[in-house]
């Protein structure tokens, strides 16, 4: 029947389209910015925090991912007292640093060395 073999043909192709759009693309905690779940904030060596703002559950431990740009996390506003890494001049370079944030709410951090590196995480 020919009327058949274009109606599979194109049945064929919307469904490789839509799992392809389906598994591709940038969904929330992979590591992009604008925003997600991740539970490793990406220091970029472009001075930036990736993603942010990022979202979390309680008790979540995040980690900060360091690369050759030396960053280092100041913590500006916090629902409870959480330790910086590093400070001042102090940055690191490679491997990571984590936290466990166990109080809902919004922490506000920065990077002291490089000024205008902020980041956000929404603790929920």
């Given at each position: 029947m020919q009327v058949?073999?274009?109606l599979l043909c194109l049945a064929i192709l919307s469904s490789a389209a839509l799992a392809s759009?389906?598994?591709?693309?940038?969904?929330?905690?992979?590591?992009?910015?604008?925003?997600g779940h991740s539970l490793?904030?990406?220091?970029?060596?472009?001075l930036?925090?990736?993603p942010t703002p990022d979202t979390v559950a309680s008790g979540d431990t995040v980690q900060?991912?360091?690369?050759?740009v030396p960053h280092n996390v100041v913590w500006d506003a916090t629902p409870a007292a959480v330790a910086n890494i590093g400070g001042g001049d102090t940055g690191y370079t490679s491997g990571?640093?984590?936290?466990?944030?166990?109080?809902?709410?919004?922490?506000a951090y920065?990077?002291?060395?490089?000024?205008?590196m902020t980041g956000v995480i929404v603790v929920q």
């Open positions: 058949t073999r274009p759009a389906c598994g591709s693309g940038t969904a929330p905690g992979n590591g992009t910015s604008g925003g490793i904030i990406d220091a970029d060596p472009a930036v925090f990736k900060f991912a360091w690369h050759a990571d640093s984590s936290r466990v944030l166990t109080v809902p709410g919004t922490y920065h990077c002291d060395i490089h000024d205008g």
